[in-house]
């Protein structure tokens, strides 16, 4: 299993209370499919974003990075989650 650590940031201009890090959580779980290899998530308020740790469990670092980009895609695709983008690493 291998820890990805990524940062979202708030693009949106809409205002800050209709998404934060329990709706990205949220959004992630409901999103995850096994292939995803997800087994925990971690997320927590950062100025200007989120700041996320996904538990992915992977062959390697790179196949786990791959499939925390794939599901955040999809998680990032639709509704409140919509505000967000990834940036780096925190």
Same mark, same amino acid.
């Given at each position: 299993?291998?820890?990805?650590?990524? $940062?979202?940031? #708030?693009?949106? $201009?809409?205002? $800050?209370?209709?998404?934060?890090?329990?709706? @990205?959580?949220d959004?992630?779980?409901?999103?995850?499919?096994?292939? #995803?290899?997800?087994?925990?998530? !971690?997320?927590?308020? @950062?100025?200007?974003?989120?700041?996320? @740790?996904? /538990?992915?469990?992977?062959? #390697? !670092?790179?196949?786990?990075?791959? !499939?925390?980009?794939?599901?955040?895609?999809?998680?990032?695709?639709?509704g409140? $989650?919509?505000? /967000?983008? @990834?940036?780096?690493?925190?």
């Open positions: 299993m291998f820890a990805v650590h990524l $940062t979202l940031l #708030d693009v949106s $201009t809409a205002p $800050t209370g209709e998404a934060g890090p329990a709706d @990205v959580q959004a992630l779980w409901v999103r995850a499919l096994p292939g #995803d290899g997800l087994e925990h998530v !971690r997320a927590c308020a @950062v100025p200007g974003g989120v700041g996320l @740790v996904l /538990y992915v469990r992977a062959p #390697d !670092r790179e196949a786990a990075e791959l !499939r925390a980009h794939a599901l955040l895609d999809r998680a990032l695709a639709e409140p $989650t919509r505000r /967000y983008a @990834v940036a780096a690493p925190p």
